[in-house]
């Protein structure tokens, strides 16, 4: 079992910044692809990101590509998600979950472990 737990959302304006983290407990999260994905209200989960293990390789959707970043720190059992030049559109719950594979990364339903969430909100 991995339990996670994301921090760092918060209210920030159009055009900022914000770094979520997501730390993992149980165990180690080296063996694990690790994905970031969000939900606004009314709207379907949605990928927004995920990075491999072994190479750190990552892959985003479209939306983000070029304003976000994911990296992770698997001797401290951290994912990150940097988030730049942020719009109104990016409002979301945003979570962080783990998964065995890599091909069916962009599929939350390939995810084994999720985080709570935690609220993005990006004003006009």
């Known amino acids: 079992q991995v339990q996670l737990a994301e921090s760092g959302g918060g209210l920030v304006q159009t055009g900022g910044s914000l770094r979520l983290s997501c730390v993992a407990s149980?165990?180690?999260?080296?063996?694990?692809?690790m994905g970031w994905f969000r939900q606004a209200p009314g709207n379907e989960r949605e990928f927004v990101g995920a990075?491999?293990?072994?190479?750190?390789?990552?892959d985003y959707a479209d939306s983000v590509k070029g304003r976000f970043t994911i990296s992770r720190d698997n001797a401290a059992n951290r994912l990150y998600l940097q988030m730049d030049s942020l719009k109104p559109e990016d409002t979301a719950v945003y979570s962080c979950?783990?998964?065995?594979?890599?091909?069916?990364?962009?599929?939350?339903?390939?995810?084994?472990?999720w985080g709570q969430g935690t609220q993005v909100t990006v004003s006009s």
């Open positions: 979950a783990a998964t065995p594979l890599w091909a069916g990364r962009r599929s939350a339903s390939n995810y084994l472990y």
């Open positions: 149980g165990r180690s999260i080296s063996g694990y692809t």
């Open positions: 990075i491999i293990s072994r190479d750190s390789s990552t």
